[in-house]
Nanobody, 125 residues
């Protein structure tokens, strides 16, 4: 099984940057594609970014392309989300997720089996 814990959220002004981390337990991390999702108040959880198990494939939502970067360090069992040029509409709880049953990346939350507890990101104007 996979256990995930996010960290790195906080309060930042528009135009600022944050780096989120997701620490994973167990041996399955290195073989699992990973995704980042976010959920704003009153909205459904939406896809942000994903990365394959060997870092060969990366996918981003159109709303964050050019501003966010997903990466992973399998030796440290950690996946990252670097967020630059943050906007107020980026305000949400951010979650990392794992899908060890697949080798590729996905955009639907139903494709991911394991989730972290989430970390709050608030961007002020």
């Amino acid at each position: 099984q996979v256990q995930l814990v996010e960290s790195g959220g906080g309060l930042v002004q528009a135009g600022g940057s944050l780096r989120l981390s997701c620490a994973a337990s167990g041996r399955d991390f290195s073989t699992s594609p990973m995704g980042w999702f976010r959920q704003a108040p009153g909205k459904e959880r939406e896809f942000v970014a994903a990365i394959s198990r060997r870092r060969g494939t990366i996918d981003y939502a159109d709303s964050v392309k050019g501003r966010f970067t997903i990466s992973r360090d399998n030796a440290k069992n950690t996946v990252y989300l670097q967020m630059n040029s943050l906007k107020p509409e980026d305000t949400a709880v951010y979650y990392c997720a794992a899908r060890p049953q697949y080798s590729g990346v996905g955009r639907s939350k139903g494709e991911y089996d394991y989730w972290g507890q989430g970390t709050q990101v608030t961007v002020s104007s």
